[in-house]
Structures are given as structure tokens and as C-alpha cells.
């Protein structure tokens, strides 16, 4: 702790140790009448050799000394432009494009993730460049290099993966696909695998409580997935994978542009097969599960570069997941005579469709994003049969008003709706149930300058299940001098658990389900702070993120396995319940072209089960992530190096046969490192890539309990807290044609 003191110390005295005036301000690029901002504009004091780039966001900050009078704005592709300087007061700069200049290559080194600097609520971005830096096949493996999100396997037979943000899982962080709600209820288990990696144009990991705008359920964070786009530059890619244990997938997409520059369409495709049988362990069962999908998505783009836009898009998704013992074939009935097997079939269509219109002057604007889904399950786990169907739409208007010309003032306001028709059956159980949520909301942002944002908000949801219910949310920015941003966030979020289909998972227990209510309300407190500081060390830029949040639980769907011998309860939280998330990571560019990433946190996530405040079982108490990003020069060769760290944590303890005790040595698991690395090679149109994960080949012993008597009592294949499969080797191709 003495030590902890004295970083924290040193952190807040460093920006104090020199002081100067600073000029800072937004570089923006003009295009088609439209301004974006614009990294890496070489900024500098004419005459001198002083000068900055502007970073992803074209945001810059420079030093003025009493004799710089004159900054000059110089950008390939933009008219040079020059300001003179008589005070200190935030710039907004807009470049014009040089339209005599010819074609230009410019290669430089992209970050691949970074904080933004200018959003009031924490936010992590995580672009293309990041996403290569591994095999990233889906959603679920784009997180091996991120030191906030956690991935894991829910069982150790179904192959499902789950997130943890804060701590907490996956269902307490709002899922998006292009800003709008995605990836629950059925999808909840497997969705993480239906957003393939080579798809994303980037990410965005928020964290705490986001805004109202983007409705009630944000409880630990928020995770944005943006699909390319059909207008981009980008005509054809694809991108070929094969694992040493059997994996292949392929992955396509191209733009094509049918009326000039306003309308453009996008296909996309992927096909993924895992038929290979692997059982390392010699335990009986599938290290992971025989699995097919294929996945077809079309993607529309009208925009009339006038302040009107328009986009609609449509998928068609087909899965078969196979599972349980290496014996069992799909040919053989779920029957006690038969090897132990799992089946999981999934069929999913869904579409999307938003648009919007920007007034003129700038300041008003208008949006409605919707999207609808159709999912269907079925599946039989040994014995147990679960089917289930879900038709969900998401619709939500958007009114934009800047309140003066300098847009200090500007309110967000609108209304938004939720229809959600679920069918499910489990042993002799039918359950139907359909949601109606009609809500309004309203939010109001105050910037007066480069330096502070305060954003607050608050929305009214009118349930038809659980009544009405208010949601307050309230973030804030502010910029102390030129290397240390503050940022605060406090709100509150509500969810619908669903018991069976979030939980299903579950089912692959010798154990059966219980619980009392079909569809149970959460609700919980976010509070957060997080401190951002920049420096320039040996003329290289340092970040340094040191946040703190915490998650309080009103109401809460507990997983029991503790309490009964005889079964799992899900039942509503009887005590307190709650997450405190500490976190501290270093970026920084010891050498040239090689990026750095140190990352540390500390997990202390509570609930009360059977009446006692324990640890929650099955989570890391931290994690520890070193990360080194090596490109050689012209980004000829590309080196990756990942480790993690993993704290030890609680195993669920329950009651065995007559009411006795598994041995308290039971109780824990031990640390654990994981090992990840990949070596890519850069042609004019392509790219190979090489990894290796797990590289150490470590695994949790014996993750399918009683795997010898699968339909005996003492089977459990859910208790998983580790990695359930050994080294992966896997090799790729990837091929990309943009126009010229």
C-alpha cells in the first residue's frame, strides 16, 4: 500500500513540476461540406522547431513562448493553413482540401486503442489496427490485448463465452451494434460469436453508467461494435483462418458503389466449422464442441451529402453446436443408455434500419434507429430438453438542439420503445411472456470550452411487467491545465433477467434448475472516477489511467450453487450485493514502433448466498496484462506479445451426498498466467499472420466433474474458472482491395 501511495503521489505532482502557456484546440478536415476531425496535422511555431501532431480526435496542445506569434496548420491532402496568435483561447481549425494534390502514400504507426479525450463518460476505443493484433474471428476474441473486458468460458461443453466489465458479467453491460441494443435474451450465451471479427471497423468499451439516450440497462459499462461501412474505401476483403485443432473459418466482404458517391450497398459473409474431435485432457469429453455457422449480411447506405442519410441492413444467421462426450454422435438419442451429448441448434434473422437529417445551420438535428430480431433455439442438454423463441424490436427517436451558436448548451431529448415476445419450455414447464416498454428522455450537455463537459440526464420507462421507473445519470469532464483530464459518472441502471435463457448454460449440471420467477428486474447504483494523465518522456507520449468504480446492487438475480445438494437456485438477491472495480495502466513507446502496455486490477465483487456475504464465486480477484506491439519500418512486419496475469478466486462449495462438505482445499483456485503471441507479414494487398494462444499450454484440471459417470449426481461441467482447451497454433490470410 506504501508503495501504491507513493505512485499516486508522484502522478499528481508531476504535472506541477513545469509550468508554461498552453494553446490547445480542434483540427478539422473539410469534406463534401462536412468537417471531421483530423489526426496527426503537423502543427508548429513558424520559424521554430517546436511543434505537436494532432491525436485521433485532432485534438493538439502546444507550449507558447513570448516570442511565437504565428502557428501553422500542415496536413498532405490540405491546404497549408496560418494563425496568428494574441491570446490564449481554444482554437477551431478547419482545413481545406488541396485539390491539385495527386496520389500520396502515407504510412505511419496507428495506436490501435486509445482513450478518447474529449468524451465526458470513460471510454476506451479500439480500432482496426488493435483488432489485428490477434486471430480476432469474433466479437468474443477481440478483447485478448484489452486490460478493462475479461473473456471467459461459461461451462467447459458448450463452448459459450462470457464478458466481464467491472467485475460483473457480460448482462450488466449494454451490448450494441452501431449504437443500438443487441445481443440478449437467447443471444445472450452465444452472441459474442455472432459479430465475426474481420466485420468490425472498430470498438467502444464504456464504462459505468452511459448515457440515457441509449436507454435503461447500462449498469458496469457499455460495449459498441461499428461494422465497416459501404461507402469506405475499402472494395473487397477477405480473410482466411485455420487452427492446428481442426478450426477453419472464412470471412468476406465487399462495397460496391451503385450511384455515385449517395447510394452504396455492402455483403458481408461468414462460415466457421470446428468438425475435428479433440480431447487433450483424456477426460471423455469434447475439449470444445463439433460446431458449424454461417452467416450472411447485406448492408445499405444512401447519403445525399445534403444533411440527409439513411441506412437499413439485414442478417441471416444459422449455428449447430454439438457437445458432451466424444462418443456421443448426432445420430444417437438423448437417452441414459447413450454417451452424455449436447445439441444446440440456433437460428437467428435480424435487420436494422436508421436515418437521420441535419438542419443547415448545424445545430438541429434529427434520428430514429431501430432494429427487430427473430432468434429460435433448440437444444437438449443429456436428458434435459430446452426450446425457446424470441421476437424482439428496438425503435428510438433522437432530437439534437444546440441552444446558442457556440453550441456551450445543447439538449438531447426524444422517445424510444421496446417490444420483446419470449416462448420457452424446460422439463414440464411452457412459459410465454411478452414486454412492452414505451420511454422518453432528456439530456442536457454544458461546454463552455475545450476544458470541461457536464452532461446529465433522465429518462421515464413505462413497463407493462414491472410499472414505471426512472433512470438519473450524470457525467463530467474537466481538463486540469495541460497533462491531467478528471472524469466523474453517477447513475442508475435497470435490466430484465431473464432466469432460463441467460442461464441455460446451467443445464449441463447433473443438477436441475430452480427458481421462482420466469422474468426478474434488476436494479443497481454506478458510481465512478477515473484520472487520465499525458506526458512526454524522452520526446515520446506517456499515458497514464488510474479509475475507480463501484456498482450497488437494489435488486439482483443470484446464482445459487451453494445451498442446495439437490439443486441450482436462481432466485431474487436477500441481502446486499456489490462490485468494486480498481484499475491503473501505462501506454507508452519505449522505442520507436514499439507500443507498450502495462495494466493492473483489482476485482472485489460480493453477494449474499444462503444467507452469508461471500466473494463471488468463479472470478478473478485481478488481473494483471503486459502487452508489446512491435512493427518494423513501412509496416513490412508486424510482432505481437500478450500476458495475463489471473488472480485466484472462490470455487462454489455446496453440500455433497447427506448434507457433508467438499474439503475446504476445494474452495480456491490457484493464479494462473496466459500466454499470447502473433507475427504478421504486410504485402501491397495482403497480409499472413502466425499465433500461438496459451502459449504455456495451461488448463483447469478436471473441469467437467464426475466426467466418468455423466449421468450420475455428481456431474458439473459449469464450475469453469480457467481455460478449458491448451495451446492453440492457428495461421491466417487476409486480403484487402480498396479503390483508388
Known amino acids: 500500500m506504501r508503495s501504491i501511495g507513493f505512485l499516486i503521489l508522484i502522478l499528481l505532482i508531476l504535472p506541477f513540476i513545469a509550468g508554461a502557456q498552453i494553446l490547445e484546440g480542434v483540427v478539422y478536415g473539410k469534406e463534401k461540406n462536412e468537417k471531421h476531425p483530423l489526426p496527426g496535422v503537423n502543427i508548429y511555431w513558424q520559424g521554430t522547431n517546436k511543434g505537436v501532431a494532432s491525436d485521433n480526435e485532432g485534438n493538439f496542445k502546444i507550449k507558447k513562448g513570448n516570442g511565437d506569434h504565428v502557428l501553422v496548420f500542415s496536413f498532405v491532402g490540405y491546404q497549408q493553413k496560418e494563425l496568428h496568435i494574441n491570446e490564449l483561447a481554444s482554437l477551431d481549425v478547419v482545413l481545406e482540401p488541396n485539390l491539385e494534390l495527386g496520389e500520396v502514400k502515407v504510412v505511419h504507426k496507428n495506436r490501435g486503442t486509445y482513450l478518447?479525450?474529449?468524451?465526458?463518460?470513460?471510454?476506451?476505443?479500439?480500432?482496426?489496427?488493435?483488432?489485428?493484433?490477434?486471430?480476432?474471428?469474433?466479437?468474443?476474441?477481440?478483447?485478448?490485448?484489452?486490460?478493462?473486458?475479461?473473456?471467459?468460458?461459461?461451462?467447459?461443453?458448450?463452448?459459450?463465452?462470457?464478458?466481464?466489465?467491472?467485475?460483473?458479467?457480460?448482462?450488466?453491460?449494454?451490448?450494441?451494434?452501431?449504437?443500438?441494443?443487441?445481443?440478449?435474451?437467447?443471444?445472450?450465451?452465444?452472441?459474442?460469436?455472432?459479430?465475426?471479427?474481420?466485420?468490425?471497423?472498430?470498438?467502444?468499451?464504456?464504462?459505468?453508467?452511459?448515457?440515457?439516450?441509449?436507454?435503461?440497462?447500462?449498469?458496469?459499462?457499455?460495449?459498441?461494435?461499428?461494422?465497416?461501412?459501404?461507402?469506405?474505401?475499402?472494395?473487397?476483403?477477405?480473410?482466411?483462418?485455420?487452427?492446428?485443432?481442426?478450426?477453419?473459418?472464412?470471412?468476406?466482404?465487399?462495397?460496391?458503389?451503385?450511384?455515385?458517391?449517395?447510394?452504396?450497398?455492402?455483403?458481408?459473409?461468414?462460415?466457421?466449422?470446428?468438425?475435428?474431435?479433440?480431447?487433450?485432457?483424456?477426460?471423455?469429453?469434447?475439449?470444445?464442441?463439433?460446431?458449424?455457422?454461417?452467416?450472411?449480411?447485406?448492408?445499405?447506405?444512401?447519403?445525399?451529402?445534403?444533411?440527409?442519410?439513411?441506412?437499413?441492413?439485414?442478417?441471416?444467421?444459422?449455428?449447430?453446436?454439438?457437445?458432451?462426450?466424444?462418443?456421443?454422435?448426432?445420430?444417437?438419442?438423448?437417452?441414459?443408455?447413450?454417451?452424455?451429448?449436447?445439441?444446440?441448434?440456433?437460428?437467428?434473422?435480424?435487420?436494422?434500419?436508421?436515418?437521420?437529417?441535419?438542419?443547415?445551420?448545424?445545430?438541429?438535428?434529427?434520428?430514429?434507429?431501430?432494429?427487430?430480431?427473430?432468434?429460435?433455439?433448440?437444444?437438449?442438454?443429456?436428458?434435459?430438453?430446452?426450446?425457446?423463441?424470441?421476437?424482439?424490436?428496438?425503435?428510438?427517436?433522437?432530437?439534437?438542439?444546440?441552444?446558442?451558436?457556440?453550441?456551450?448548451?445543447?439538449?438531447?431529448?426524444?422517445?424510444?420503445?421496446?417490444?420483446?415476445?419470449?416462448?420457452?419450455?424446460?422439463?414440464?414447464?411452457?412459459?410465454?411472456?411478452?414486454?412492452?416498454?414505451?420511454?422518453?428522455?432528456?439530456?442536457?450537455?454544458?461546454?463552455?470550452?475545450?476544458?470541461?463537459?457536464?452532461?446529465?440526464?433522465?429518462?421515464?420507462?413505462?413497463?407493462?411487467?414491472?410499472?414505471?421507473?426512472?433512470?438519473?445519470?450524470?457525467?463530467?469532464?474537466?481538463?486540469?491545465?495541460?497533462?491531467?483530464?478528471?472524469?466523474?459518472?453517477?447513475?442508475?441502471?435497470?435490466?430484465?433477467?431473464?432466469?432460463?435463457?441467460?442461464?441455460?448454460?446451467?443445464?449441463?449440471?447433473?443438477?436441475?434448475?430452480?427458481?421462482?420467477?420466469?422474468?426478474?428486474?434488476?436494479?443497481?447504483?454506478?458510481?465512478?472516477?477515473?484520472?487520465?494523465q499525458y506526458y512526454t518522456l524522452w520526446g515520446r507520449e506517456l499515458q497514464l489511467n488510474a479509475e475507480y468504480f463501484r456498482t450497488d446492487f437494489q435488486s439482483k438475480l443470484v446464482v445459487d450453487r451453494e445451498t442446495s445438494a439437490s439443486h441450482i437456485i436462481l432466485a431474487p438477491l436477500d441481502g446486499k450485493s456489490f462490485s468494486n472495480s480498481i484499475q491503473f495502466d501505462l501506454r507508452y513507446q519505449p522505442v520507436k514502433r514499439l507500443d507498450m502496455l502495462l495494466a493492473y486490477r483489482l476485482n472485489d465483487v460480493q453477494q449474499t448466498i444462503g444467507g452469508q456475504l461471500l466473494e463471488k464465486p468463479l472470478t478473478s480477484r485481478y488481473k494483471g496484462l503486459i502487452n508489446f506491439n512491435y512493427t518494423t519500418n513501412l509496416k513490412k512486419w508486424m510482432f505481437d506479445y500478450t500476458i495475463q496475469f489471473n488472480g485466484g478466486g472462490r470455487i462454489p462449495r455446496y453440500p455433497g451426498e447427506g448434507g457433508e462438505q467438499i474439503p475446504e482445499g476445494f474452495y480456491e483456485f490457484s493464479p494462473f498466467t496466459v500466454m499470447n503471441a502473433q507475427v504478421t507479414k504486410y504485402f501491397r494487398y495482403w497480409n499472413i499472420y502466425v499465433g500461438a494462444e496459451n502459449l504455456t499450454d495451461f488448463r483447469q484440471k478436471n473441469p467437467v466433474a464426475g466426467a466418468d459417470n455423466p449421468f450420475g449426481p455428481q456431474f458439473d461441467a459449469t464450475n469453469v474458472w480457467g481455460p478449458v482447451k491448451g495451446q492453440r497454433i492457428y495461421a491466417g490470410l487476409r486480403f484487402t482491395l480498396n479503390y483508388q
Open 116 to 532: 478518447s479525450a474529449i468524451d465526458p463518460i470513460q471510454t476506451e476505443r479500439i480500432n482496426s489496427a488493435e483488432l489485428h493484433k490477434a486471430a480476432c474471428c469474433n466479437l468474443a476474441e477481440s478483447f485478448e490485448t484489452n486490460p478493462s473486458v475479461d473473456v471467459s468460458y461459461s461451462d467447459a461443453v458448450t463452448g459459450a463465452k462470457q464478458i466481464r466489465l467491472l467485475g460483473l458479467e457480460g448482462t450488466y453491460s449494454l451490448l450494441q451494434i452501431e449504437n443500438m441494443p443487441n445481443l440478449r435474451g437467447l443471444a445472450t450465451n452465444f452472441g459474442l460469436t455472432y459479430v465475426p471479427g474481420p466485420w468490425m471497423e472498430s470498438i467502444q468499451v464504456s464504462k459505468g453508467a452511459a448515457s440515457v439516450l441509449n436507454g435503461y440497462e447500462s449498469i458496469a459499462g457499455q460495449i459498441n461494435a461499428e461494422y465497416k461501412k459501404p461507402d469506405g474505401d475499402e472494395k473487397l476483403f477477405l480473410n482466411t483462418f485455420a487452427g492446428a485443432s481442426g478450426r477453419l473459418e472464412f470471412n468476406g466482404n465487399g462495397n460496391i458503389r451503385v450511384y455515385k458517391d449517395k447510394l452504396s450497398t455492402g455483403i458481408f459473409v461468414h462460415a466457421s466449422d470446428q468438425s475435428r474431435r479433440n480431447d487433450e485432457n483424456s477426460d471423455g469429453f469434447l475439449d470444445e464442441p463439433l460446431s458449424r455457422q454461417l452467416q450472411v449480411f447485406n448492408r445499405w447506405k444512401f447519403n445525399n451529402h445534403k444533411g440527409y442519410m439513411a441506412q437499413a441492413g439485414i442478417t441471416l444467421l444459422t449455428e449447430d453446436r454439438l457437445g458432451g462426450q466424444s462418443s456421443f454422435r448426432r445420430t444417437m438419442q438423448p437417452l441414459p443408455t447413450n454417451p452424455y451429448g449436447i445439441n444446440i441448434e440456433n437460428n437467428r434473422i435480424e435487420g436494422f434500419f436508421k436515418t437521420g437529417y441535419v438542419w443547415p445551420n448545424n445545430r438541429t438535428a434529427l434520428a430514429w434507429l431501430s432494429n427487430f430480431s427473430r432468434h429460435e433455439t433448440n437444444s437438449f442438454y443429456g436428458l434435459n430438453d430446452y426450446d425457446a423463441k424470441e421476437t424482439r424490436f428496438y425503435g428510438s427517436a433522437v432530437f439534437t438542439r444546440d441552444l446558442n451558436v457556440a453550441a456551450t448548451h445543447s439538449l438531447n431529448s426524444g422517445f424510444s420503445f421496446i417490444y420483446n415476445d419470449f416462448s420457452e419450455s424446460l422439463y414440464t414447464n411452457v412459459i410465454d411472456r411478452t414486454e412492452q416498454v414505451p420511454g422518453i428522455f432528456s439530456e442536457y450537455t454544458f461546454k463552455p470550452n475545450h476544458n470541461f463537459t457536464f452532461m446529465t440526464g433522465i429518462r421515464a420507462d413505462f413497463h407493462n411487467l414491472f410499472g414505471t421507473f426512472i433512470t438519473p445519470r450524470m457525467h463530467f469532464r474537466y481538463n486540469m491545465g495541460e497533462h491531467i483530464t478528471i472524469r466523474g459518472s453517477a447513475g442508475k441502471g435497470y435490466r430484465t433477467a431473464n432466469v432460463l435463457s441467460e442461464n441455460n448454460y446451467l443445464l449441463a449440471s447433473a443438477r436441475p434448475l430452480q427458481w421462482s420467477d420466469d422474468v426478474f428486474q434488476e436494479k443497481a447504483w454506478n458510481y465512478g472516477f477515473a484520472l487520465v
